[in-house]
């Protein structure tokens, strides 16, 4: 984690209704942001694919897809020939991939209602890219294939869609892996061979279904950037490729080739921005290749795992000298550790981090990547997997310690995702209590939420962490009116802090003080010093009318009846 930022919350505003798209041509919907990176996502044939925003950035407003930006710079058009892929160099013959082994992605997603917890929202349907790897699976965008109920596959000149299974769904690095039990979809292809992590300026094909037209539709460009890039479907960081070649809504998932016709990422987000034009982001090999061999390994996606730690640059020469540091020393200072890290028992506060593995870390936090290249340390933690060990060396009161830690991804109050489970809720007397996440608030306070999000809990999104692996920052949703709550209905988005005296330490704890409680009254303390006071016997007696008023089948989530 590098250093946190604030920023200010506004009076929390209804959140708009349905999309600015414009109805009569449903498929011509993509997404840009200001400012922002954009997921391009799916082909949403009846509204946009909504995205989980990494931290401190916006959400992707609709526009239409038919736009000038889609011809810009590199080559985009329809695949009339193979031979026509690849560039060719001062009459360098380039190699053609496998465009057979890239399929359409045909997707019908049912999201969950986080306002609503207890429905889901109406269904709608996408289409994006995806491509064949070995082993008779393939690979597509997580964001493609989130929330679904059906996905089907197409191969290239083909009428015929395949039903497809979902293996594993890497939310963080937004990559999802699929299979086909038909044996008639595997028949005449061959798999995609993987290349190494390209250079800068090498030559690289985008291949997909983007928006635009129903056939395969191919954009070329070259490398021009790769670092630790925000995943905004994931809401991590992890390595990234930048590439001028264009990338639109439905180009999700499709490969991207080298010159040598190996795939060297995965297409799945751009920026749209005034000022820049045609800047498309890949996901490298070495992410795709740790999300296989993670699969591989547990017989599911387990994750990548992150050192729980926020820091702080030593590029200030009286820092490093009040800390005790060397000439030749450098590194970075540990402001705070995730109590939920394994960490977090071995490091400490103002530690400084000298080297990772064996790799020395720099004052402003960055190590040697490829020759007049350097990287984000992250990229080391990043290469590792859950349940790995690595070597930290710290310097703490002038000495320096070495400590084998244990890797793994700390729990967050505000998770980024929920990784396609049901939210959970919990009514009683009308009050819907509900755990926080991002898709909460999303659903809440709407793209901008980061704005428009009430202070207090912005607050504790960017800088409050878990105290232990089940915590959870419980609130009063909203709440159902009745004659029983009269005079709370105004309570919104407030935080429970206690119940009848007792911590609140997640949902499930709170359902079961509630349940078992013979006292008199039940007392719910909020944040800003707010109680709520019900009568014990007449609150749960009207519990039931108002789940029949409002036409909610049951008082809690399923998985808080265990």
Known sequence: MGESRRKRGRKPKAQPSGITADDKHPNNVTAKTNDLISVPSAVDSSRRLPKLQQRLTGSPEPRSAIHSEQNRGGACTDLVAEASLMPKRDGEVKAA????????????????????PWQRKRQYSSSSSGFIIEGRRVLTNAHSVEHHTQVKLKKRGSDAKYIATVLAIGTECDIALLTVSDDEFW?????????????LQDAVTVVGYPIGGDTMSVTSGVVSRIEILSY?????????????????????????????GKCVGIAF?????????????????????????????????TGFPILGVEWQKMENPDLRMSM??????KGVRIRRIEPTAPEYHVLKSSDVILSFDGIDIANDGTVPFRQGERIGFSYLVSQ???????????????????YDIN????????????NGR?????????????AVSVPYLRSEYGREYEMDAPISLLNKLYHAMAESVDEQLVVVSQVLVADINIGYEDIVNTQVLAFNGKPVKNLKSLVFMVESCNDEYMKFDLEHQQIVVLKTCTAKAATSDILTTHGIPSAMSDDLKD
């Not at 028949?187 to 250079?199: I, Q």
């Open 384 to 402: 590792k997997y859950t349940g790995d060990t690595a070597t930290v060396k710290v310097l703490r009161d002038s000495k320096i310690l070495e």
């Open 269 to 301: 987000q751009s920026l749209k921005h005034g000022d820049a034009e045609n800047i498309g982001y890949v996901i490298p090999t070495p992410v795709i290749l740790h999300f296989i061999r993670d699969y591989e390994q547990n017989g599911e996606y």
């Open 232 to 260: 905004i479907h994931g809401s991590t960081q992890l390595l990234g490729v930048q590439i001028d070649a264009a990338i639109n809504a439905g180009n999700s998932g499709g490969p991207a080739f080298s010159d040598k």
């Open 407 to 418: 890797l793994a991804t700390p729990k967050c109050l505000i998770p980024a995702h929920i």
């Open 324 to 329: 005790g540091m060397g000439p030749q020393q």
């Open 97 to 116: 991939p496998s465009m057979d082994a890239v399929v359409k992605v045909f997707c019908v997603h049912t999201e969950p209602n986080f306002s609503l």
């Open 187 to 199: 028949d005449g292809v061959s798999p995609v061979e993987f290349g190494d992590l390209p250079a």
């Open 422 to 434: 049901l939210p959970s809720y919990y009514i009683v007397a009308g009050f819907v209590f509900a």
